[in-house]
């Protein structure tokens, strides 16, 4: 096993964050995989995502139901709401007062208006589902919990919330929550921070100050980063050269049935050029950022299947 | 007016910059809103209308994408002049300050200094409206109040946070005003408040309940806090109120419009037309929808037209040639059956905007994708911009 993943995996939680778009949903299920792969129990927790990282692995949707997927592989798609009302279910024993509460218009209004609840009671079910013990022995149900947080920005605030709220709530059970929930993504022992990113200026620009702000406001440090999408040599040296010189020239002329020259030598220079973004970018994390970068191919392809996600498993491991 | 099929979208667009007094541009993270609001209010000022790109994105993307590195809650000016901006145009951007809108408003509406002071003094009011998520989508529409009314600009393009906060934020000014009412929170705190500890009568069993419940949960410290911050409210709902219904009246208007953007990508084109139907189902006057970052196989056919020398090339690089070929058009062939999907699902014909030569974040970046989103009518450095196309 590569060092980088090794370390990932011999911790109990996982946060992925980064700017929207950057395909924290595919890595985080890569990752799933490559824990998977070598015999973990892992869960893949997303949140309110509507389009789940279970289509990815073949697996219909799953909704707010934690599903097996694959052999010992798991994931859900939290529902703030629902984590709200079985936290009052779990808290009020009585069913019939339960019920009542969560019938009442009040609490309803109170749950989709009160700032930073939802995000609150989320942190608190990935804590709980980390803390899950079964059998006699009292084993972790997840050896490795995989949380895709919501995008940077949002995400960013969303990690601040458990400081937010140990600080608002001195006492009682919500306040002592934030406080173990802060604790846990504090713990460089349990959690790893990964950074996700793809090689563009705000994605990059993002990601690094996710990383300045997690440590600095938060606490949080972040452990590896991850930069998707790279666009990989696919031509020699000579062969850029050749393909420059020819463009140059104006070539064109058949290349294959039904393709020209000219357009294979277009979608060259257009190559040349995603490379020359990808090697200034990891050039640039590697620079900033300091932490074990793993970078991720673009992938080219229709759709995205278990092909694709063991490949970029595969690739994770070579880390 | 909408880009209805059978309009040219680019034309709808470019008339409601020069119509329009709001612009809200929303969609999913990442697909390049910021860049689209960015450009959009580059362009209204070229065309001579006095411009602010506002975002309420806490990330600095905004700041990013024109080329700056910071922006504050206060808008600053941005020299255009090398654009040719037409006589009184301006270009103005800046950033979401929740603290200070959230303290602004606060000052606006309190009955009295003493109201102001406990207020803006709370515990609850502190961590609430700096560090929690959420306040954001609720000043968010505090704001574009405040500067729809500003006299210094004609046109608000707002830039807004990713899909599903986008969604909170149409929600904001109901969701504040049922925080913060009478009928919701205070009824059962105010009572307890007053009283000052636990045992007190509350209006009804439901109410009594949820205290029980809020006080076992958030204890009594909390709960105090909390109370005393609805109390200092009072006398503030019927302004707040009064407020969020004009925003609601406000986007609902004539002169205020919705853009959608979005990329190709089959997933977060599922995204898009989640938020359309959202926004239909909440009235939002939709203007269009900009699809960025089309993959260039999509135009595949100019690149016939230009006659070029016929060249035979070695094997070796006619293959990998044909292997990028290959790959791009596999990933544009998925980009145009989505694209299908989106239109006949929407009845909206998309504006499609190519991946640029690079990666957009300064001005004159931002005008070569103005350029192309208004079908490069300018010269300018629309050369570089229709190279994209290609």
């Known amino acids: ?319 | 007016v909408s880009a209805r099929r059978g309009r040219d979208p680019g034309a709808v667009l470019a008339h409601a910059l020069e119509e329009r007094r709001i612009l809200v541009v929303c969609g999913s993270g990442g697909v390049g809103k910021t860049t689209t609001a960015a450009a959009l209010g580059l362009e209204a000022a070229r065309r001579g209308r006095r411009a602010l790109v506002c975002t309420i994105d806490p990330s600095r993307r905004l700041a990013t994408s024109l080329g700056l590195t910071q922006l504050t809650g206060k808008p600053r000016a941005l020299d255009i002049r090398r654009f040719d901006p037409a006589e009184g145009g301006t270009l103005h951007a800046m950033t979401l300050d929740t603290q200070g809108t959230f303290d602004g408003l606060v000052e606006r509406y309190a009955p009295s200094s003493e109201a102001k002071k406990r207020i803006l003094g709370n515990r609850f009011y502190r961590e609430v409206s700096a560090a929690l998520a959420g306040s954001h989508e609720y000043m968010a529409m505090e704001k574009l109040l405040d500067l729809s009314e500003d006299e210094r600009f004609d046109l608000v393009v707002l830039d807004t946070p990713p899909t599903r906060h986008a969604l909170d934020f149409l929600e904001a000014p109901e969701r504040l005003t049922a925080f913060l009412d009478t009928s919701v929170l205070r009824f059962f705190l105010k009572p307890y408040f007053l009283a000052g500890r636990l045992t007190i009568k509350v209006a009804t069993k439901t109410g009594a309940l949820a205290l029980r419940l809020v006080d076992r949960f958030l204890g009594l410290d909390f709960l105090r806090d909390l109370s005393e911050f609805f109390l200092a409210f009072e006398g503030m709902y019927d302004g707040f109120k009064e407020r969020a219904s004009r925003v609601h009246d406000l986007l609902r208007d004539e002169t205020a419009a919705f853009l959608l953007v979005s990329n190709p990508a089959p997933s977060v084109l599922a995204e898009a037309l989640y938020f359309h139907r959202r926004l239909r189902e909440k009235e939002m006057p939709l203007l269009g929808i900009v699809v960025n970052r089309v993959h260039p196989a999509e135009n595949r056919s100019r690149a016939r037209t230009t006659a070029g020398r016929t060249v035979k090339v070695r094997p070796e690089l006619g293959q990998k040639l044909v292997s990028l070929l290959r790959d791009e058009q596999a990933v544009a062939r998925a980009e145009r059956k989505s694209l299908q999907r989106l239109e006949v699902e929407t009845g909206l014909t998309p504006l499609l905007v190519p991946e640029m030569e690079s990666d957009v974040h300064d001005l004159r970046a931002l005008r070569e994708v103005a350029a192309v989103l208004f079908g490069g009518l300018e010269a300018g450095n629309g050369a570089s911009a229709a190279g994209a196309r290609r």
């Open chain 1, 1 to 319: 096993v590569a060092p980088l993943l090794e370390d990932l995996l011999s911790r109990r939680l996982v946060v992925l964050s980064g700017k929207g778009g950057v395909g924290k949903s595919l890595v985080g299920t890569a990752l799933a995989m490559a824990a998977r792969e070598r015999g973990k129990n892992v869960l893949l927790v997303e949140i309110d995502s509507p389009v789940e990282a279970a289509r990815y692995l073949g697996a219909a949707p799953v909704g707010p139901v934690l599903s097996e997927v694959r052999p010992g592989l798991f994931t859900v798609n939290l529902d703030p709401q629902g984590v709200m009302d079985e936290y009052v279910r779990g808290s009020v024993k009585l069913d019939l007062i339960a019920r009542r509460i969560l019938e009442s218009p009040i609490y309803r209004r109170f749950f989709a208006a009160a700032p930073g609840l939802k995000e609150l009671m989320l942190l608190g079910k990935v804590m709980v589902l980390e803390e899950e013990r079964t059998g006699l022995a009292r084993r972790p149900r997840f050896d490795l919990v995989i949380l895709d947080a919501p995008a940077t920005g949002h995400g960013l605030q969303f990690l601040k919330v458990p400081l937010a709220a140990s600080r608002a709530i001195p006492v009682g059970p919500v306040g002592s929550n934030a406080r173990r929930i802060l604790a846990l993504l504090r713990d460089p022992a349990r959690t790893a921070l990964v950074i996700v990113a793809i090689p563009e200026e705000m994605a990059v620009v993002e990601a690094l100050d996710l990383q300045r702000t997690a440590a600095d406001e938060i606490g949080v440090k972040a452990r590896a980063f991850v930069l998707n999408a790279c666009h990989e040599r696919r031509l020699t040296e000579e062969q850029e050269a050749e393909a420059l010189r020819l463009s140059a020239r104006k070539a064109g002329g058949p290349l294959a049935p039904g393709l020209r020259l000219e357009e294979g030598l277009a979608a060259a220079r257009r190559h040349m050029r995603k490379r020359k973004l990808t090697r200034f970018y990891e050039a640039r994390v590697r620079r900033s950022a300091r932490l074990p970068l793993v970078t991720l191919p673009y992938l080219f392809r229709e759709e995205i299947g278990p092909d694709e996600v063991r490949l970029l498993a595969g690739r994770l491991g070579e880390a």
